[in-house]
């Protein structure tokens, strides 16, 4: 512990290897649970993970009971609201350990800037940890070295233009605004 009752980097190291391998043993179960109804278990856990992480965790476990087929190919067809309903402490578990391995991330990257003194920024991609350099737009893993690109692509577009929108794009013309206090009935 420091002065101020924070704990030290090599106490917040300790904290952060014991959380991962915690980690670790939780999704290596619910991998072995999911194996007992998918094909893959390990890659139904990232599905599944992703999804909770991206739109919540009741979310992804409703879409696992009613719609388990897009998490990946089954062992057996039925209903899957019982599975669901199994494997929901689990999910919670792993999130739970996640949230905390992010929060004794956070907590040792204030302890130890860059050398340049800008903040570290560490992010747990299911329990990996990477640096994160704006700047650079990378990610760094911070087991292996490997440094990963964080650019952003431009999102794809959905559909064609139509011609109106070529046009109004090809003269440049900006996009339609709405005008408060214009009448909008079809009496004018």
Do not use: K, N
């Amino acid at each position: 512990m420091t002065d101020e009752g924070q704990p030290s980097l090599a106490e917040l190291d300790a904290a952060i290897a014991a959380t991962r391998r915690e980690y670790a043993s939780q999704r290596d179960s619910l991998e072995a649970r999911l194996a007992g109804h998918f094909v893959d278990g390990g890659d139904v856990a990232d599905r599944l993970l992703s999804v909770a992480d991206e739109f919540g965790r009741e979310h992804a476990l409703e879409l696992l009971a009613e719609r388990p087929d897009d998490y990946g190919v089954r062992e057996q067809r039925g209903d899957y609201r019982d599975a669901a309903a199994e494997l929901a402490p689990d999910l919670e578990r792993l999130i739970e350990t996640h949230d905390r391995l992010d929060e004794l991330a956070r907590q040792r990257d204030m302890l130890e800037p860059l050398a340049d003194g800008r903040p570290i920024r560490t992010i747990h991609i299911q329990g990996r940890a990477y640096e994160f350099d704006g700047e650079r737009r990378e990610l760094r893993d911070r087991d292996s070295g490997e440094r990963v690109s964080a650019e952003l692509e431009a999102p794809a577009q959905s559909r064609p233009l139509s011609l109106t929108e070529q046009a109004r794009l090809d003269a440049g013309v900006p996009r339609a605004q709405p005008r408060p206090g214009r009448d909008r009935t079809r009496e004018r």
